[in-house]
């Protein structure tokens, strides 16, 4: 499966962006989809992840409560609904699809390109 990510831009400090998430090749409805972002100088970390049907969704601490990762399967798509963004959210957004809901980037066995979220003090 072919996963490619967009939506990523620069917004200023308590704006909001979506990104989305779009498989090719194969539908998305049998996959964990988690969401993870790489900011400069830093190691990849989880934002968030959602399961098959949707109906469970985990999230990283610092993205509690102003995150939103959600799906649609007959689009085979996901997306991150991110508001209220801090100069520290900024970074390469990357959507992955894999077996298991977690939060451990390396269970996962399709990753998209990255999208860069910048977010302006």
């Known amino acids: 499966v072919q996963l490619q990510a967009s939506g990523g831009g620069l917004v200023q400090a308590g704006g909001s962006l979506r990104l989305s998430c779009v498989a090719s090749?194969?539908?998305?409805?049998?996959?964990?989809v988690g969401w993870f972002r790489q900011a400069p100088g830093k190691e990849r970390e989880f934002v968030a992840s959602?399961?098959?049907?949707?109906?469970?969704?985990y999230y990283a601490d610092p993205v509690k409560g102003r995150f939103t990762i959600s799906r649609d399967n007959a689009k085979t798509s996901v997306y991150l609904q991110m508001n209220s963004l801090k100069p520290e959210d900024t970074a390469l957004y990357y959507c992955?699809?894999?077996?298991?809901?977690?939060?451990?980037?390396?269970?996962?066995?399709?990753w998209g390109q990255g999208t860069l979220v910048t977010v302006s003090s």
């Open positions: 992955a699809a894999g077996d298991l809901p977690t939060n451990y980037g390396q269970a996962y066995d399709y």
């Open positions: 959602i399961n098959w049907g949707g109906r469970s969704t």
């Open positions: 090749g194969r539908t998305l409805s049998s996959y964990v």
